[in-house]
């Protein structure tokens, strides 16, 4: 699969009416150590990070990742939303010779139920959307997440696979461009 040519990065800050994305920054450090080793968060992707392993290897400033934004809401970070190339070949039949995006986010406890994935998600794909015309996307999340699923189906994600990986069983959908 080939990879999508590289995205204009990092972007200028995307505003919404509640949150800002844009790229991490050294303030971010402990929200993004607190999100990757967080038990409640870990238990949708496949189990937390140990803390002392993962502060040991997050440089200090996390930044310069294409493809990375954090969202921030009232000055602080709540989480993160990626657009990573997509670097499966699920996705072939449906763009040959690749050029997919995939979509993920990952969001602090506190910050759950609140429409803050949605909204960063949404402004995300917009802003790849101008940046990157024409570009699908896709978003895999466990099938035992309901809540992430329904944040998939608002945002126009159509179901094409269910797959096992990370023991446990994927949900695949992808929103196509138009």
């Not at 602080?76 to 010779?97: F, N, Q, W």
């Amino acid at each position: 699969m080939v990879d999508p040519a590289p995205l204009p990065w990092p972007p200028a800050p995307i505003r919404t009416a509640r949150l800002v994305l844009r790229e991490p920054a050294a303030r971010d450090r402990a929200a993004i150590v607190e999100l990757f080793t967080s038990p409640e968060v870990g238990r949708h992707i496949g189990g937390a990070r140990l803390r002392e392993e993962f502060e040991r290897t997050l440089p200090a400033v996390p930044a310069g990742r294409p493809g990375l934004l954090v969202v921030e809401l009232d000055g602080a970070m709540i989480g993160l939303v990626t657009l990573d190339p997509h670097g499966s070949d699920r996705l072939e039949h449906l763009h040959p010779g690749g050029g997919a995006r995939e979509l993920g986010y990952l969001f602090l406890p506190h910050a759950w139920g609140r429409g803050h994935a949605t909204e960063a998600c949404a402004a995300a794909l917009d802003w790849l959307a101008a940046a990157a015309p024409g570009t699908p996307v896709a978003l895999t999340t466990r099938t035992a997440n309901a809540a992430s699923r329904r944040v998939a189906e608002r945002l126009g994600f159509t179901e094409v696979a269910r797959f096992e990986e990370y023991g446990a069983e994927q949900w695949l959908g992808v929103r196509l461009p138009g």
